[in-house]
């Protein structure tokens, strides 16, 4: 019924090609997506966040054993990361705004770096996990983590039952992140596609904004790991 | 500057001082992790990471120019209940042992 009344408010010509019919601008459209993509991080926060409970629960409780396990992984490796995840956020930012200025160039090479930077990221992870497998610290049948001193409590050693707690929790939530980091990848070689195809515009490019605030909630993420599971109890 | 959206102003300092900040923030905390602070390696390290990851959602993500209130709505609505969690759980285990 109400299609007569409507028919002639429609100016089919003045719409952008990838403008949908439910948003009155291109602007409204984009702050909807954002939002959409916002609500989805705050259940990804809470997903996280679980982790991160247990994990303070756990480090208060036996924080002598977590501090001796967390000085058995490889710190110069984790800061190493950090910078490399931080180089990364930068790259996208730069991305997010190529597209908005129509910088082909620098889009499509923003992209790619991003990709070789997180690969860096995994195939550094992938090294600490190594080490951690050869040296029986995967939780486990295997697991082992004897005569172990906790730091600043000279003639005491690690209970290896609470040292496997920290290992869990370690290969968890790295785990976790890792996985998040190669979906992210997948993303971005999508985005590296049809930014190759030449499909986005500064009109047009809420799949970079958005795949932007994946990729820097995952750095966000790191931003805390780093210190809660590599810094302890560091100091000689 | 001015929305991130304008093609005038350029938000590339803004970016890079960002960029700089979370390099020299990652120093410190790796530096701070040396120091013996007794308890407050801890706060110090989260302090830091803290700062860093705002720095990361307001510029880098855009918040601190978000046109549309509701994203601001739904990052604080994120954070008040991620300390919800952590906060009421913590302060259970804190106390278990008061007599």
């Known amino acids: ?236 | 500057m001015s929305a991130h959206s304008s093609s005038t102003a350029s938000p590339l300092k803004g970016y890079f001082a960002v960029f700089f900040a979370l390099l020299v923030g990652t120093g410190i905390t790796v530096y701070a992790a040396t120091l013996d602070l007794g308890r407050f390696n801890a706060a110090v390290a989260l302090g830091i990471a803290t700062v860093k990851a705002t720095l990361v959602t307001l510029f880098f993500m855009h918040v601190w120019h978000a046109s549309e209130k509701l994203t601001k709505l739904v990052v604080i609505a994120a954070l008040f209940f991620l300390l919800l969690l952590l906060g009421l759980t913590m302060s259970d285990y804190a106390t278990r042992l008061w007599s």
């Open chain 1, 1 to 236: 019924m109400p299609d007569s009344t409507l028919v002639g408010l429609h100016h089919e010509e003045e719409h952008h090609p990838e403008l949908l019919h439910h948003f009155a601008d291109a602007q409204q459209q984009r702050d909807a997506s954002s939002l959409g993509m916002w609500v989805f991080l705050a259940t990804e926060i809470m997903f996280f966040g679980g982790l991160f409970c247990a994990y303070l629960v756990y480090r208060r409780w036996y924080f002598g054993d977590f501090a001796a396990a967390s000085k058995s992984i490889n710190m110069a490796l984790g800061a190493t990361n950090t910078a490399v995840l931080i180089c990364s956020s930068l790259t996208v930012v730069l991305a997010v705004w190529a597209a908005q200025t129509a910088r082909r160039a620098l889009l499509i090479g923003s992209l790619a770096i991003t990709m070789l930077l997180g690969l860096t990221f995994l195939g550094i992870k992938g090294i600490e996990y190594k080490d951690k497998f050869v040296e029986h610290h995967v939780p486990g049948a295997s697991f082992s983590f004897e005569n172990e001193p906790i730091p600043g409590h000279p003639g005491q050693f690690a209970n290896p039952r609470h040292a496997q707690m920290f290992f869990s929790l370690y290969f968890v939530m790295t785990g976790l992140h890792a996985l998040h980091m190669i979906i992210g990848l997948g993303i971005f070689l999508w985005l590296f596609v049809m930014a190759w195809k030449g499909r986005f515009t500064p009109e047009w490019h809420t799949p970079v904004e958005i795949g932007g605030l994946y990729w820097h909630f995952v750095d966000i993420v790191w931003i805390y790991l780093f210190p809660l599971l590599y810094l302890i109890d560091r100091h000689p």
